[in-house]
């Protein structure tokens, strides 16, 4: 197998803080990251100022998929709006972190993942001792939802093709495709932005939602079906780079990064969380592998291992 991958696990190489509101909620909250030792995986500490409550990166604490993804209990302690955050740590390939945060929503920021890969930039990232191991699809798994669908396949790498379609004519139907890398993930999805229309907003205020929403955070396209940001859009397709960039916080929850292709069209964090348990729940359409070099060459292969991912799974 030719793929060129990083052997070893990461971490940051030192703290790094993050500071904003939450796009929902619309309260301040505060983020700090933290180096984590080998076989971590990606974990949350969320303070309420008494006491700490700890939240795995992973599918089975999924507790919500409605305008962003949430791990935790909705109706007890959670933190939502994680995918942006969780987009960065696999776009970047970091391993192991411990995430400790002092609200129940991940800042929006900018609405897009810069700011988290320049903090991340800032902190640096270590290479651990430690193999990494991969989730690697070795059969196509599928899920539909009326016109919807999503859908995992065999791939000699990382790729991700995700497809949108929308009535709005500032949106229509449009496309990002791309294999995944460091690099590609800085230039071509990091700086998407997240995106709504203003004839929704009263609706989601009324239901406690968008409350910290604004044209600083957000594209938003007005009722004249026109984006009304100024500046514009940052990509010609900026709406379906976002929607990958959902696609990859929301597959991050795996545990690992995986090898495969990973393709939607119209989907969102529902359905993305509905196709990573399908995946998994089926032990024949996946194996864990890890990386080991070749004698004389630089190339690496793909050996299957018995060791779990960071941590069990429940489906």
Request: aromatic share 8%.
């Amino acid at each position: 197998m030719g793929l060129l991958l990083h052997d070893y696990q990461t971490t940051v190489k030192s703290r790094a803080t993050l500071a904003g509101i939450g796009v929902h909620s619309g309260k301040t909250v505060t983020v700090h990251f933290l180096p984590a030792d080998a076989d971590t995986g990606i974990v949350f500490h969320l303070s309420n100022g008494s006491e700490t409550r700890e939240l795995r990166a992973l599918v089975a604490e999924v507790g919500a998929t409605d305008l962003c993804t949430m791990l935790g209990d909705p109706a007890g302690a959670h933190i939502g709006t994680v995918e942006h955050l969780m987009a960065t740590v696999f776009g970047l390939g970091i391993d192991n972190l411990i995430i400790e945060i002092d609200g129940s929503e991940v800042p929006i920021l900018d609405g897009s993942a810069m700011a988290f890969v320049e903090a991340f930039d800032q902190a640096g990232i270590e290479t651990l001792a430690v193999k990494r191991r991969y989730i690697r699809v070795v059969k196509p798994v599928r899920v539909e939802a009326g016109a919807s669908w999503a859908e995992f396949r065999p791939y000699d790498g990382t790729r991700f093709e995700v497809e949108i379609d929308f009535e709005s004519p500032a949106i229509g139907r449009q496309q990002f495709a791309s294999d995944i890398n460091p690099d590609i993930f800085r230039r071509d999805i990091a700086r998407a932005r997240t995106f709504g229309f203003m004839k929704d907003v009263e609706r989601l205020w009324a239901a406690g939602y968008a409350l910290g929403s604004s044209l600083e955070n957000s594209l938003v396209i007005g009722d004249d079906n026109r984006v009304i940001n100024v500046g514009g859009l940052r990509y010609p397709n900026e709406f379906a780079r976002h929607k990958t960039l959902d696609a990859m916080g929301d597959l991050a929850l795996a545990g690992a990064r995986f090898i495969g292709c990973f393709r939607s069209y119209r989907g969102g964090h529902r359905m993305n969380a509905s196709a990573l348990r399908r995946l998994l729940s089926d032990h024949s359409a996946f194996e864990i592998v890890e990386t080991r070099r070749r004698e004389r060459g630089r190339v690496a292969e793909m050996i299957a291992v018995s060791r779990p991912v960071y941590a069990p799974w429940v489906i």
